[in-house]
């Protein structure tokens, strides 16, 4: 195969691209994305603060341009993302308890009904857990309206569009031994031991120099996915951008059944939030780098 989703596609996988609304003017970057990506997620036009930018006034006009675009285009969409720490609007940062709990709820019903059945997977939940060795959940507004906030979430989302995968998604849980993978894990378990709604685990896979590529990355995908969900890499960005990481990242993945696919987190270098990490498969002429060539042959 020539492009990278038509590769993945051998295997019934995608290959996608975290798209940005103001980038699809710039021809360059447009045919690029457009020729090698089959799965699209807004790099910040499904974000709370762009969809819901005043208390119940959701807005999306930025979200549905990258929506639109990847529809007509033939690409699946990932939803990303409804309840997170970060990238809140002003009105839900100064809100807490039952108030904020309540417009979290509301957030989930009112984006997931404007792309009701339109939406290959939802990451519902992103970065709850935190860093380092304590295996605890990240202290946050949401956090602290109760630590059961993560699986009001997951049932709202399923009632809200039942035809999405549901996803928890993270960064610094691609290496086994982390706590904050074991953390993660058991949270996995337990909800799927109570019958709380998740279907898919996204692993972001920002790898840099504090946070390396480790080879029992696939032993945590496999772990994953024997707890019955699927597993995606999300947002793949590696520092420097080395050919045989990306090739063992595709091979992870291809490894495990219900691996669903891969996003990298832009398209060119110049459009990376990382663009001095060069973490990316395209050079910013739009030419293929190394590793593009190293992701194609081991798809
Ligand atoms: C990043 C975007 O790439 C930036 O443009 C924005 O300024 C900040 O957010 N984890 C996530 C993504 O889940 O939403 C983040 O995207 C990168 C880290």
Same mark, same amino acid.
């Not at 951008?241 to 595709?250: H, P």
């Given at each position: 195969?020539?492009?990278?989703?038509?590769?993945?596609a051998?295997?019934?996988?995608?290959?996608?691209?975290?798209?940005a609304a103001?980038?699809?003017?710039?021809?360059t970057?447009?045919?690029?994305?457009?020729?090698?990506?089959?799965?699209?997620?807004?790099?910040?036009?499904?974000?709370?603060?762009?969809?819901?930018?005043?208390?119940?006034?959701?807005?999306?006009?930025?979200?549905?341009?990258?929506y639109?675009?990847a529809?007509?285009?033939g690409?699946?969409?990932?939803?990303?993302?409804?309840?997170?720490h970060?990238?809140?609007p002003?009105?839900?940062?100064?809100?807490?308890?039952?108030?904020?709990?309540?417009?979290?709820?509301?957030?989930i019903?009112?984006?997931?009904?404007?792309?009701?059945?339109?939406?290959?997977q939802?990451?519902?939940?992103?970065?709850?857990?935190?860093?380092?060795? %304590?295996?605890?959940?990240? #202290?946050?507004n =949401?956090?602290?309206?109760g630590?059961?906030?993560?699986?009001? /979430?997951?049932? *709202?989302?399923?009632?809200a569009?039942?035809?999405?995968?549901l996803?928890?998604?993270?960064?610094n849980?691609e290496?086994?031994?982390?706590?904050?993978?074991?953390?993660?894990?058991?949270?996995?378990?337990?909800?799927k031991?109570?019958?709380?709604?998740?279907?898919?685990?996204?692993?972001?896979?920002?790898f840099?120099?504090?946070s390396?590529?480790?080879?029992?990355?696939?032993?945590?995908?496999?772990?994953?996915?024997?707890?019955g969900?699927?597993?995606?890499?999300?947002?793949?960005?590696?520092?420097g951008?080395?050919?045989?990481?990306?090739?063992?990242?595709?091979n992870?993945c291809?490894?495990?059944?219900?691996?669903?696919?891969?996003?990298?987190?832009?398209?060119?270098d110049?459009? %990376?939030?990382?663009?001095? #990490?060069?973490? =990316?498969?395209f050079?910013?002429?739009?030419?293929?780098?190394? /590793?593009?060539? *190293?992701v194609?042959?081991?798809?």
């Open positions: 195969e020539s492009t990278l989703g038509a590769a993945a051998q295997s019934g996988r995608y290959f996608g691209v975290a798209i103001n980038r699809l003017s710039d021809s970057y447009a045919t690029i994305a457009n020729r090698e990506f089959n799965s699209v997620t807004a790099e910040n036009e499904m974000k709370i603060d762009a969809t819901q930018p005043q208390r119940g006034q959701f807005n999306f006009t930025a979200a549905d341009r990258v639109n675009w529809v007509q285009n690409k699946q969409v990932r939803g990303h993302t409804l309840a997170w970060s990238q809140q002003g009105w839900m940062q100064s809100l807490s308890g039952s108030a904020l709990r309540q417009a979290m709820i509301d957030h019903n009112g984006v997931m009904a404007h792309y009701k059945g339109k939406i290959a939802w990451d519902v939940v992103n970065e709850a857990f935190a860093d380092g060795s %304590s295996g605890a959940r990240r #202290d946050s =949401l956090q602290r309206t630590n059961d906030w993560i699986e009001v /979430a997951f049932r *709202a989302a399923r009632a569009d039942p035809s999405a995968k996803c928890y998604n993270d960064y849980v290496n086994w031994t982390w706590a904050k993978t074991q953390a993660m894990y058991a949270m996995v378990r337990d909800f031991q109570r019958g709380v709604p998740i279907d898919c685990v996204g692993f972001q896979a920002h840099n120099s504090g390396p590529y480790n080879a029992n990355f696939r032993t945590t995908l496999q772990n994953f996915a024997a707890l969900v699927d597993v995606a890499v999300t947002e793949l960005d590696i520092q951008a080395s050919s045989t990481t990306y090739a063992n990242v595709v992870d291809l490894a495990v059944s219900r691996c669903l696919g891969i996003t990298v987190w832009g398209v060119r110049s459009d %990376s939030w990382r663009s001095g #990490d060069t973490p =990316l498969l050079n910013n002429d739009g030419s293929k780098k190394p /590793a593009y060539t *190293a194609l042959n081991a798809l």
